[in-house]
């Protein structure tokens, strides 16, 4: 109005919604005169308390004398707009890791997947991990921070390649740090473990052959073994024997069995018969190799060529 007001005074805002609200200070001026066409402020602070979510607003009135008349001004119960009081943002975080096993020199995935199970966002939100071993490469997180909404969730992605030497059961350590949107506090996660993940030797595979019996003469059989053994700790699949070369004139069967798939540290023998013709005569050896594949990582392993001991071939 054009008159000035006196000894204007608001009542205490009353909220509504949330009771539990708690009045932590009050205006520093409890009524003032306010001159024609210029406002006053009077602040309240209420503090929220763990439990207080949900929405809110506040009620409060207004009253005061008009100078000139000295009549009595007031102005009824007013409504704020309704405010929101958000959970603060809480992360949580798990760790898994593909695949379960893996050979030296594999790479593997570690994703970190974490949820904010608050209301309010978390923002800046950025993980850290480690490997138990420090022999492997580990890559830098992908992304490497987000924002998650309240209810939200944010996988954060690694590569790891192990190395040669690294066999063993390797573990990966992780937390994640962000900042509550609302209050720009902290926001930690405990440290938190993947399950371990086994690093095995990779596949390497070693050949002997033995020729037997060591004389005999023309148009008699020969019994070719190759033995196999896989010397490391991921499974050899596939494992399939070359052909056997160092013969003459006779007749060479397929081995037995054609493939096979060897454990890591066993053997597998693979026969071969030899019947010798005629006029066949003087010294044999047999000269082979083997291939297959490393059951973890699908790599390719290889045997280097050896020979059969010597076999004389008389009449």
Do not use: C
Not at 97 to 119: D, K, L, R, Y
Not at 178 to 206: E, F, R
Not at 297 to 304: H, K, L, R, T, W
Request: proline residues 5%; charged residues 15%; hydrophobic residues 35%.
């Amino acid at each position: 109005g054009e008159a000035d007001a006196d000894d204007v005074m608001p009542s205490a805002p009353i909220p509504k919604g949330v009771q539990t609200l708690k009045l932590s200070s009050s205006p520093t001026t409890a009524k003032a005169d306010i001159t024609s066409g210029r406002s006053q402020y009077f602040t309240w602070i209420y503090a929220t308390d763990a439990g207080d979510a949900g929405s809110v607003m506040f009620s409060g009135s207004v009253a005061g004398k008009d100078h000139n008349s000295g009549e009595n001004v007031s102005l009824d119960s007013i409504d704020s707009r309704v405010m929101s009081i958000q959970t603060p943002a809480n992360l949580m975080a798990t760790i898994t890791t593909s695949p379960a096993q893996t050979s030296e020199g594999q790479g593997m995935t570690i994703v970190m997947s974490v949820t904010n199970t608050g209301q309010s966002t978390a923002e800046a939100v950025m993980p850290s991990m480690q490997a138990s071993s420090e022999n492997g490469v580990l890559s830098s997180p992908t992304p490497v921070n987000a924002t998650i909404p309240g209810g939200g969730k944010q996988d954060f992605t690694w590569s790891y390649t192990s190395v040669q030497g690294d066999a063993g059961d390797v573990v990966f350590s992780g937390e994640v740090s962000g900042k509550d949107q609302n209050s720009g506090k902290a926001v930690l996660s405990g440290v938190i473990n993947s399950d371990s993940v086994t690093v095995q030797a990779a596949t390497s595979l070693k050949a002997t052959i033995v020729a037997s019996p060591a004389q005999v003469n023309w148009g008699q059989d020969i019994t070719v073994v190759m033995t196999i053994t896989n010397t490391g700790q991921s499974t050899a699949d596939a494992v399939t024997p070359s052909e056997l070369t160092g013969f003459a004139d006779g007749v060479m069967s397929a081995p037995t069995p054609v493939r096979a798939i060897i454990p890591g540290g066993e053997s597998q023998d693979f026969t071969w018969v030899y019947t010798s013709a005629e006029g066949d005569v003087g010294e044999l050896m047999f000269s082979g190799s083997v291939s297959g594949k490393d059951h973890n990582s699908g790599n390719d392993a290889f045997s280097v060529s050896v020979d059969s001991n010597i076999v004389t071939i008389g009449r």
